[in-house]
């Protein structure tokens, strides 16, 4: 088994950006299981006052919140399918303007020993059919920025643990966060480096979906060299049914940047296009708590099971206001 680490960032100053979701989540399919890995006193487990509640508390139910949405938007392919996550706070630092929100490891499963492509953990059972990797072994692990709560990084802003999805102009929405760190351990992530080589030499189910714009090249199948000019030249785009026909017929865009962004580049969402989607690598202030039917399309390009009939049934977001400027970026190592 091997595991690929992302993070996401936060920077900026403020924004306020107003959206619709139009369409309510079918019912919950996947479970999905949180072993919380902190120590007594501390982080899903504190235990200081926390409103009516404990700070522990309130962390947990608006984790659960945001592994339900995913638990609700996918169905499973075996009785007793479930997705477990290893959760934790811990200080990961930060400035006065720029901190890491969260990082995220996920699992893979080699299904295959004679070809080079491994899976996501999560999508591997998924695949199969049964619990490839094991009742004990977790499918992600998530470690989320304990010093945003406090003046410790980023000034006077603090995690926002509410499910309304109505954080504050000094607040970061603990759940959107979440749900962006869970798309990643179920497999939203390539394994694409710097120089146009893939980690370990694997490429996995997200890699085989992304081509070269230009000419619908898989990328795969390109020279290092070959890919590395596209990866850095704005000319990658994701190549799966599913999601160009939410996108209307389009091959969606994927983030490629003339200079590499570690955490950024290639595994998410071109950010000038996709500017509001849960999987662009900047993330505005009042982003929807929905998944849209472009990333649930690409979920099931990938191999998953949607729990709506159809991707572009599942959210129809409406752009009501636009202010800047509040950005959260997600990195990946």
């Known amino acids: ?80 399918e479930t997705i477990k996550i290893d959760a934790s706070f811990d200080g990961l630092g930060g400035t006065s303007t720029s901190a890491t929100l969260a990082q995220a490891e996920v699992s893979h499963e080699n299904l295959n020993t004679s070809i080079p492509l491994i899976y996501a953990a999560a999508l591997a059972n998924h695949l199969v059919g049964y619990d490839y990797s094991g009742t004990s072994e977790n499918e992600g692990t998530i470690t989320f920025n304990s010093d945003i709560d406090g003046s410790t990084v980023l000034g006077t802003k603090t995690w926002y643990y509410g499910t309304d999805n109505n954080a504050g102009a000094n607040q970061i929405d603990f759940v959107s966060t979440a749900l962006h760190e869970i798309g990643h351990t179920l497999g939203f992530a390539g394994r694409m480096q710097n120089d146009g080589s893939y980690k370990d030499f694997l490429f996995n189910q997200y890699d085989f ?38 996108n209307g017929g389009v091959l969606p865009k994927l983030y ?15 950010e000038t296009t996709f500017a509001l989607e849960l999987m662009s690598p900047l993330y505005t202030d009042g982003t929807t708590h929905e998944i849209s039917a472009l990333t649930m399309g690409m979920m099931v390009d990938m191999g998953w099971t949607s729990a709506v009939p159809e991707p572009g049934t599942l959210a129809v977001w409406s752009v009501l206001a636009i202010t800047t400027s509040l950005v959260r970026r997600r990195r990946r190592d």
């Open 1 to 80: 088994m091997c595991r690929s680490r992302f993070r996401r960032l936060v920077c900026g100053s403020f924004a306020v950006i107003l959206l619709l979701a139009a369409l309510p989540h079918a019912q919950a399919g996947i479970a999905f299981q949180a072993n919380y890995l902190d120590g007594a006193n501390e982080g899903f487990n504190d235990t200081s006052v926390y409103g009516g509640s404990t700070l522990g508390a309130v962390r947990r139910n608006a984790f659960e919140f945001a592994m339900n949405i995913w638990g609700s938007a996918l169905a499973p392919s075996y009785a007793g």
């Open 256 to 270: 490629a940047p003339s200079t590499w962004a570690s955490g950024s580049s290639y595994s998410h969402l071109d």
């Open 209 to 246: 979906f992304v081509v070269r714009t230009s000419d619908n090249a898989l990328l795969w199948s390109l020279s290092q060299a070959d890919r590395y000019d596209a990866i850095i030249g704005d000319n990658i785009s994701w190549s799966g049914a599913q999601a160009i026909a939410a």
